[in-house]
């Protein structure tokens, strides 16, 4: 089937077969991309262990998220140029070659390079996968299908932890990469079916120059954050000179966006107040987000003892927070056409729930972890659906897939940001509060520590280690409140758009 590009929104009350195939074929892509994300967080202590490098984990988490950033904005605009169907099935195929790479690694260069290849695929392919939602929905039907798609996402946040740490166990970390292969395989069959072909009626001219300078701008900005006061001084003349090219790639993008006859991402969107709104909340809550799926299955390994595969058990309360809140603000959104109240009170909510997170200590109780991540998860769910639908809604047609992308990208710097910086200031925190705690021949260093070392080393100590550790994460969620409350903020300055249509055009399945 070959179509060209639909430049105008589908009618209401849309609800052909056609539709829920291609449906089908997103809910399916964005679990295989997702899964990429968080499959390797309860192994990330497994796989330091083995290959060495404590002070490098953080980038096993930080590559995929930069690379994700870098790619989702080039593949939006693809979309936008080429259709979604061919960028989706690259973004699969370049995904593979990544995990390909990752799953063979004997070192933490090549793991971390593996993920950084995953991550340009993975990137493109979430955001891709949200943009048909707007392709072939009317917008008073997208916001209940964001907020399936935020529950297919946490799904695949709860389901990756716990088969990667039933791997770990059961094989070894090598096969948390392999396990990509067969959803990969189905989401390209079904995409081939649900997916029309596009043809261009004219040649374009792709931005080669905004695409560089946009990326060299999300590298520095995350090589500044994870380098600055840890590998080098902030005053240091390598760092003032990365940030210096940094500032200089900004100016040449504005420049180059400005003359560009198809702009990789079009300045003008920065004057529309939903994009800017939801695009600054999606950022502070990346950081939130990504600080905590990184983190806690380490204090509970750690601190709490349990087993990777239990580690991964606890981030469920999360997701099923998040999926209880994505898709019932979506449900809410489609039914009544409003939306704006509900990012507001979700990251007052989710403030509060990293605040809580601030007092786990080795006494904490499970039951204890348990809540806080379900307030979390409530937290999180709005802000993914309803601002993804939101920015749909308030943007020209033939910009939907570099905007659909910039929801993506500004929460994936923020997480790629924040995991950085919050990496880096928990392994300061960390060796500060260590020093001279740990025997000599205990491998100390923070290239070998592991819940394993702590539990060889005498009761004494092992109490000590523990106790700091916990105290060492705290910052990290001190942090991540803050944040969520400035977003609560900023959330007040949405202005709400009307959705066309009525409560009657709500259902599509």
Not at 48 to 71: C, F, N, P, Q, R
Not at 353 to 367: D, E, K, N, Q
Not at 372 to 399: E, K, R, W
Not at 423 to 428: M, V, Y
């Amino acid at each position: 089937m070959t179509t060209t590009i639909r430049q105008n929104p589908p009618e209401a009350g849309t609800n052909s077969s056609q539709t829920r195939i291609a449906l089908a074929a997103v809910a399916v892509t964005l679990l295989f991309a997702s899964l990429g994300q968080t499959i390797v967080t309860t192994a990330m202590p497994i796989m330091v262990a083995d290959l060495g490098g404590m002070d490098h984990m953080t980038w096993v988490i930080t590559a995929y998220l930069l690379a994700s950033t870098i790619g989702a904005p080039v593949a939006g605009k693809l979309g936008d140029l080429f259709g979604r169907k061919l960028v989706v099935q690259i973004g699969i195929f370049v995904f593979l070659a990544g995990a390909t790479l990752a799953g063979l690694a004997q070192s933490m260069g090549v793991l971390i390079a593996g993920r950084a290849i995953q991550g340009l695929g993975g990137g493109g392919l979430i955001v891709v996968s949200m943009a048909v939602v707007a392709d072939v929905l009317p917008p008073r039907q997208r916001g209940q299908a964001q907020g399936l798609m935020g529950a297919v996402f946490g799904v695949s946040t709860v389901i990756g932890p716990l088969i990667g740490g039933f791997l770990v166990e059961a094989l070894s970390w090598h096969w948390i990469f392999f396990a990509n292969f067969p959803i990969g395989l189905l989401a390209l069959v079904v995409l081939h079916v649900a997916l029309p072909n596009v043809k261009r009626e004219k040649a374009v001219k792709l931005d080669v120059a905004g695409a560089f300078l946009l990326a060299t701008i999300l590298s520095v900005a995350v090589l500044v954050s994870n380098l600055g006061g840890s590998v080098l001084p902030w005053n240091s003349a390598e760092l003032l000179g990365l940030a210096a090219l940094g500032l200089a790639a900004l100016a040449g993008f504005i420049a180059v966006e400005r003359r560009a006859s198809e702009p990789v991402l079009p300045l003008s969107l920065f004057a529309n107040n939903t994009f800017l709104v939801v695009n600054t909340v999606g950022f502070m809550v990346g950081v939130a987000m990504f600080g905590t799926i990184t983190f806690m299955p380490l204090y509970l390994q750690v601190v709490q003892g349990v087993s990777p595969a239990v580690s991964g058990l606890f981030l469920t309360p999360m997701m099923v927070g998040l999926i209880t809140s994505s898709a019932g603000a979506g449900r809410i959104m489609s039914r009544t056409g409003r939306y704006k109240w509900m990012p507001v009170l979700s990251t007052a909510l989710l403030s509060l729930a990293m605040l809580s997170l601030t007092t786990l200590s080795a006494g904490s109780s499970l039951w204890q972890v348990a809540l806080s991540m379900v307030l979390v998860g409530l937290g999180l769910g709005p802000v993914f659906s309803i601002g993804v639908a939101a920015i749909q809604n308030d943007i020209p047609m033939h910009m939907l897939g570099v905007g659909t992308a910039s929801a993506n990208m500004f929460r994936l710097i923020g997480g790629s940001i924040g995991t950085a910086a919050f990496g880096a200031l928990f392994n300061a925190n960390l060796s500060r509060q260590l020093a001279g705690k740990l025997p000599a021949d205990s491998g100390s260093g923070m290239g070998s520590f592991s819940a394993e070392m702590v539990a060889h080393l005498p009761l004494q100590a092992q109490h000590e280690v523990i106790s700091d550790f916990s105290m060492a994460l705290h910052p990290v969620f001190w942090i991540a409140s803050g944040l969520a409350a400035v977003a609560c903020m900023v959330s007040l300055r949405l202005r709400e758009a009307p959705l066309p249509g009525s409560s009657r055009d709500q259902g599509f399945g």
